[in-house]
Nanobody
Framework: VQLQASGGGLVQAGGSLRLSCAASGRTFSRNTMGWFRQAPGKEREFVAAISWSGQTTYYVDSVRDRFTISRDNAKNTVYLQMNSLEPEDTAVYYC??????????????????????WGQGTLVTVSS
């Protein structure tokens, strides 16, 4: 099983990026998928998660009105649209997927330990 994240890069503050994470090796149409990030010198933190159906989403407060998570189960892919980017958003962004089916509980969806598959990360750098 592989999760391949892409779409990172260098952008000025106020700009936008769209991250993609394509899964291969198994389908995740019944599973929560999420995005996490890790800034230099900081711990990995939850950014956003989306339920298997796409109907339930959660965000960390700092990105709630700027980022949008979505998924295309036919393509086995999850996306993170990031708008109004700030220098504080600079980090390596990781996509992840759970193996437990049909999870919609916030505590489970935001906890890194509940994710069984991780991508390699894509670097997002926001300049001021």
């Amino acid at each position: 099983v592989q999760l391949q994240a892409s779409g990172g890069g260098l952008v000025q503050a106020g700009g936008s990026l769209r991250l993609s994470c394509a899964a291969s090796g198994r389908t995740f149409s019944r599973n929560t998928m999420g995005w996490f990030r890790q800034a230099p010198g900081k711990e990995r933190e939850f950014v956003a998660a989306i339920s298997w159906s796409g109907q339930t989403t959660y965000y960390v407060d700092s990105v709630r009105d700027r980022f949008t998570i979505s998924r295309d189960n036919a393509k086995n892919t999850v996306y993170l649209q990031m708008n109004s980017l700030e220098p504080e958003d600079t980090a390596v962004y990781y996509c992840a997927a759970q193996s437990r089916d049909f999870v919609v509980n916030y505590a489970y969806m935001r906890a890194p330990r509940e994710y069984d598959y991780w991508g390699q990360g894509t670097l997002v750098t926001v300049s001021s």
